[in-house]
Each structure stands twice: as C-alpha cells, then as structure tokens.
C-alpha cells in the first residue's frame, strides 16, 4: 500500500501543472489512474476498519461467555451478527486482495489481444473464431468494453486473425497470462468422416499505453496500405478501400484496422496501436520479446501450448501452467475464465 500511496502523491503533483490538461487523451487516462488508487485504498482502510470492529465484537462474546449473568440469547444474536460480517468481509477481501498480484507497470491499463489461427487448416481457423468469442464473453463478463479493430477472415470458416480492443480496469494485467498457444480437441466439424482432430491457435496481449502517445515515427520510415474490409455486414464493406494496414519499415512492425467506416479514422487507431508497439519494442529488454512485437511468433502448433481444451474422447480444460482443469468446457468457451486467470495471476 505505501507504494500505491506515493503513486497517487505523484499522480497528484502531474495533475496540478498548469498544462496538464493541454493532450486531453493523456490526462484523461492519468486522472482515471488517479480515481482508481484512491478507491482501491479506501477499500482497503474499509476492510481494516471492518476487520476491528469484528475483532472487537468478538472479544465482546468472549467476556459475556465468562460472565455469570450473561444471556444466552444475545449471545446467539451477536454470534450470528458475526457470521454474517466476516462472509460479507471475506468477500471484499478475496475481490481486493486479487488486485495486489496485478502491481505491474501497465497491470492497470487497457489492452490489445490478438489471435492467430495455427496449425490445422480450417479447423484452426475456426477455433481462432471460438477465442475471439471466449475473450469478447470474457470481457463482457468482467463489464470491459471488446471491440474487433481488425479481422481476416478464412476462405470457408473461422479467421485467420483478429485483434481486438478491450478497455476496463486492469483488463492487461488479468488477460496478460494468456499469452500463448491455445490447443483444442474435438470431432472436427468440417471433415465428412467426423474425424478427431487438434487445432491450435496463438495468443498474444498488449497493453495500451499512456507514454505512446509521444513515440515520434518519421513518415518516410512508414508504408502505408489501404484494402476493402473483409467480411459480412456494413455498407461500404467490400467496396470501398476503408481499412488501413501501416508497416514501420525499421521494424517490420505491421498493424492494420478496419473496424470504422472511414479510412481516416482507421488509419488513426492503426497509428495509436503502432505507436503502441513501437513503444513496447523500445522497452524490451531482450531479442525474443523484440521478435514478437515484430511478428516473429512462436509456432502455432505441438509442444508449445500453454492450455488445452478437450471436447473429444472426454470433455477437460487443462491449463498446463497451474494443473487448473475444467470439465465444463462449454461454460469455459462462453467465457467464464476466472479460475484460471485468477490461479495464472496468483503465480506471478
């Protein structure tokens, strides 16, 4: 808590220069921090002061238990006062408590997840569209905002990627575990046999980051192309050249939106999201993370998976860092992923 005290100092003294407000966006994100670790504190001197008050009512029980003309019936009353108390503040406690393994940098901060379809043709790509469907439930659950900001879609089923928005309260450090390849097994849907088969698909989280907002890019060092969005709906969708793909040439950091209707705005989100990458790049502090950022991926296939998900011969959700399992795998695809996020963050 001392730390989280000196941040909010900190934050307090930035928001009190005379140009705080001058790049809006930036101190919108800087005063929303602020809000959150000032309720996360008064959370907790709740819960301390709530914690007293049950110590003291206990002792209260204590001494009337010792006391010959103590009744039994207020006793009873004040027991059952306790009870009810110390649920009510265990479960504050486990909801708070979970937000002391989330102290990283950008553990606060909205993200960016991706998802690639890997090995298995079709059924990958469709098992890519299932992920994308887990987290958008997932997200929606937790009452974060998901928003698809781009998406290729495969030739008969599924997607080949999908990036996806998702702004809410610490929504990169409880999603940033699930990083990884992601293996699914099941009667494949698209074989006329009905076949077994295992799909495998990659992962991958960004944060959304505050201090990208100031990486200057040089536009000579940019490419930038411009392509017809793919897929069903929309009016302008397959017609018109909306969707923007931007390539740092330096890095070969490639991003790409879709998702609005003009090409200038989807060339905007694109530029927020590359400078997000650029910024993360500069941060690395090794060449394996230098190579994801730029694309260089772990291969989408066996021996890398981090979870698996088993809906053929029997129904089981491993995940293969914590031994977390599930043997409702259905709910586990509509999103309810608590359990195992919250054992992945536990092992920070």
Partial sequence: MAKKKQKIIQLEIL???PNFWQDQEKAKNISQELSDLKEEISLWDMIEQETAELSEMMKLISVSEKASTSSANNNEALEKEIVEKYNELENKFKK???KVFLGGQYDRHNAYLSIYAG??????????????RMYSRYAEKKGWKAQIVEISYGQEAGIKSAVIEIKGKFAYGYLKKEAGVHRLVRLSPFNANNLRHTSFALVEILPEVVEAAEVEINPIDLRVDTYRSSGPGGQNVNKVESAVRITHLPTNIVVSCQIERSQAKNKERAMKMLKNKLHQYQQAKNEEEKAKLKGERPQAAWGNQIRSYVL????MVKDLRTNIESKQPEEILDGDLDEFIEAEIRIE
């Fill in 312 to 315: 053929h011969p029997y129904k």
């Fill in 15 to 17: 928001t009190a220069e």
């Fill in 119 to 132: 090995a298995g043709g079709t059924e990958a790509q469709d098992w890519a569209e299932m992920l994308s």
């Fill in 96 to 98: 708070e408590e979970l």
